[in-house]
């Protein structure tokens, strides 16, 4: 039996849901549980509609940095704010198969990218410029208190992308992100930080998505994976999402037995399974 869930981000667009739904049926004929989640969020990074590799957000500089990540029980790759590269996960991949380390940071890990043969790329698009610059407007206009506020969430952002799959016992989950909202350079969100924006052990894998900073403060990937085997893992997902109030957050997870989706905001998802 194979499973395989993915996730957008938290976006109403409803283009989203659709392109999702494609990748999943495309993920789920690869051959081991890893390529899969990473060959999902390949096309989600390379689908400019999706806040991770082309079509990331900006930082208030106007720079893009990256976050990406792998994990498999007992193994781990990320890199962080990784710049000028087409596809961070394939690069978190490599940290994680063809380094002696789990995780590269910055022009560290542009270096092994270019290392790897990743050619320079650059990507930005025209809806990444206009979003940064209608966010500074409403940041400015006083429109906007906090960056983390709903309101901002609904009209602007797409958030992380991230895949859980079980593949005849394998498990594996992966993530990319272009960041949440507009931040500073050099920050880092939940997605590359094990435990907190992924999680993967023999029991199962979480992916999340939504304000990096409160999923890292509540480890939300771990909470979920530490509970495994204790109640549903919907319910387990439910109760761990309502913990964050109003504040933007979702979850994908897997088990050998049971796969869920959750979220407090729309997170276009697609979950797809076969015997
Ligand atoms: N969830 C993505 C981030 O906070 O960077």
Redesign the pocket.
């Given at each position: 039996m194979r499973a395989i869930v993915l996730h957008g981000g938290l976006s109403i667009r409803r283009e989203l849901q659709e392109h999702v739904e494609i990748y999943a049926q495309k993920a789920i004929e690869m051959d081991t549980a890893l390529e899969a989640v990473v060959e999902a969020v390949r096309l989600m990074e390379d689908d400019p509609l999706y806040n991770a590799g082309t079509g990331s957000n900006m930082r208030f500089d106007g720079s893009i940095q990256m976050?990406a990540a792998v994990m498999i029980p007992g193994d781990f790759g990320a890199v962080i704010n990784i710049e000028h590269v087409r596809n961070p996960v394939l690069v978190a991949r490599d940290v994680m198969l063809h380094s002696p380390h789990l995780i590269l940071s910055g022009d560290g890990a542009v270096s092994f990218a270019r290392m790897r043969g990743y050619e320079y790329y650059d990507p930005t698009t025209e809806r990444a410029r206009e979003k940064r610059e209608k966010t500074i407007k409403k940041l400015k206009m006083g429109e906007i208190s906090q960056y983390y506020h709903p309101e901002f969430f609904r009209e602007l952002l797409g958030?992380?992308v991230g895949a859980v799959a079980f593949f005849e016992g394998e498990i594996a989950a992966a993530v990319s992100?272009g960041?949440?909202s507009l931040?500073l350079r050099g920050r880092v969100?939940?997605?590359p930080i094990p435990g907190a924006?992924i999680f993967a052990g023999d029991k199962g894998a979480v992916v999340?998505?939504?304000?990096?900073?409160e999923?890292i403060r509540r480890m939300l990937s771990l909470s979920i994976y530490s509970r495994i085997g204790d109640d549903s893992l919907e319910k387990i997902c439910e109760e761990e999402i309502r913990k964050f109030g109003d504040i933007p957050v979702g979850v994908i997870a897997i088990t050998s037995e049971e796969r869920c989706a959750r979220s407090n905001m729309v997170m276009p998802h697609a979950i797809v399974t076969r015997d």
């Open positions: 976050d958030d992380t992100t960041g949440t931040t969100g939940d997605s924006g999340a998505t939504g304000i990096g900073e999923i």
